[in-house]
């Protein structure tokens, strides 16, 4: 049995602990919805854990993401004496090799079979038959798209569809929506999650065809990637069969 005690500040590997590493967690954020029943003390959000709190419960190891945490926090948690992991994840082949690092520094003894399924599937995935341009909201009021460097948008190159905002200097730069508009972008892809796009709650605001896609299998780095290109896929053909 697992002895480590570990508090994960990464909704997505919080996922990955609890499925490999039974047990293990004693803190998560309120925003870990994975895997269902995870009993576990809520130590706030992503960008506003309650520090103390996670002090208090003593544990072995912290679980957090250089994009999801802030590094006042981590710096804290750290001058309190805690070892923090901190993870960089912005390509699934990147995904897979911090996974295993992640889930060794929580004790785990050996390599999980869901991690080496998810690294086959997409290891063994064909280059697409075809590839379309993109803008990929991930909020609105402002609006906010994928740009550079991303885990999300690796994961869309990989399926065939290539961010218009590939290149831009930031990694999630605000574009005002007429922008969007007149980017030249085939299609637009909507995310659920974080913001919560949805069929009548974002295509609306673009006159090209919009995939409304699960933003759990286009975010999440953990065992959700086995799933992924199966449910992105299936979002993303039904509106290239309209182009």
């Given at each position: 049995?697992?002895?480590?005690?570990?508090?994960s500040?990464?909704?997505s590997?919080?996922?990955a602990?609890?499925?490999?590493l039974?047990?293990a967690l004693?803190?998560?954020?309120?925003?870990?919805?994975q895997?269902?029943?995870?009993?576990?003390?809520?130590?706030g959000?992503?960008?506003?854990p309650d520090?103390?709190?996670?002090?208090a419960?003593g544990p072995?190891?912290?679980?957090?993401?250089?994009?999801?945490?802030?590094?006042r926090?981590?710096?804290?948690?750290?001058?309190a004496?805690i070892?923090?992991v901190?993870t960089?994840?912005?390509?699934?082949q990147q995904a897979?090799?911090e996974?295993?690092?992640v889930?060794?520094?929580c004790?785990g003894?050996?390599?999980?079979?869901?991690?080496?399924?998810?690294e086959s599937?997409?290891?063994?995935?064909?280059?697409?038959w075809?590839?379309?341009?993109?803008?990929?909201?991930v909020?609105r009021?402002?609006?906010m798209?994928?740009?550079?460097?991303t885990?999300?948008?690796d994961?869309?190159?990989?399926?065939?569809v290539?961010?218009?905002?590939a290149?831009?200097?930031?990694?999630?730069?605000h574009?005002?929506?007429?922008?969007l508009?007149d980017s030249g972008?085939e299609?637009?892809?909507?995310?659920d999650?974080?913001?919560p796009?949805?069929?009548?709650?974002g295509?609306?605001?673009?006159?090209?065809p919009?995939?409304?896609v699960?933003g759990?299998?286009?975010t999440?780095y953990?065992p959700?990637?086995?799933?992924?290109?199966?449910m992105?896929?299936?979002?993303?053909?039904?509106?290239l069969?309209a182009?």
């Amino acid at each position: 049995m697992n002895s480590v005690r570990i508090v994960s500040l990464v909704p997505s590997l919080t996922e990955a602990v609890a499925v490999t590493l039974p047990g293990a967690l004693v803190g998560v954020t309120d925003w870990c919805t994975q895997p269902d029943g995870l009993d576990a003390v809520r130590l706030g959000g992503t960008k506003n854990p309650d520090v103390p709190r996670i002090i208090a419960l003593g544990p072995d190891l912290v679980v957090t993401n250089e994009e999801e945490n802030r590094a006042r926090d981590i710096a804290d948690l750290r001058a309190a004496g805690i070892e923090v992991v901190v993870t960089e994840i912005r390509s699934v082949q990147q995904a897979f090799r911090e996974l295993d690092r992640v889930l060794r520094a929580c004790g785990g003894d050996r390599r999980p079979g869901w991690l080496d399924l998810a690294e086959s599937v997409w290891s063994g995935m064909p280059e697409p038959w075809e590839r379309v341009t993109a803008v990929i909201p991930v909020w609105r009021r402002p609006w906010m798209v994928l740009g550079r460097d991303t885990f999300a948008g690796d994961v869309l190159a990989r399926l065939g569809v290539d961010n218009v905002y590939a290149d831009h200097p930031d990694r999630y730069p605000h574009v005002p929506l007429e922008e969007l508009r007149d980017s030249g972008a085939e299609i637009v892809v909507l995310p659920d999650e974080p913001y919560p796009f949805g069929t009548d709650d974002g295509p609306e605001s673009f006159t090209m065809p919009a995939a409304c896609v699960s933003g759990r299998h286009l975010t999440w780095y953990g065992p959700s990637m086995a799933q992924a290109p199966g449910m992105i896929g299936a979002s993303l053909r039904g509106v290239l069969r309209a182009l």
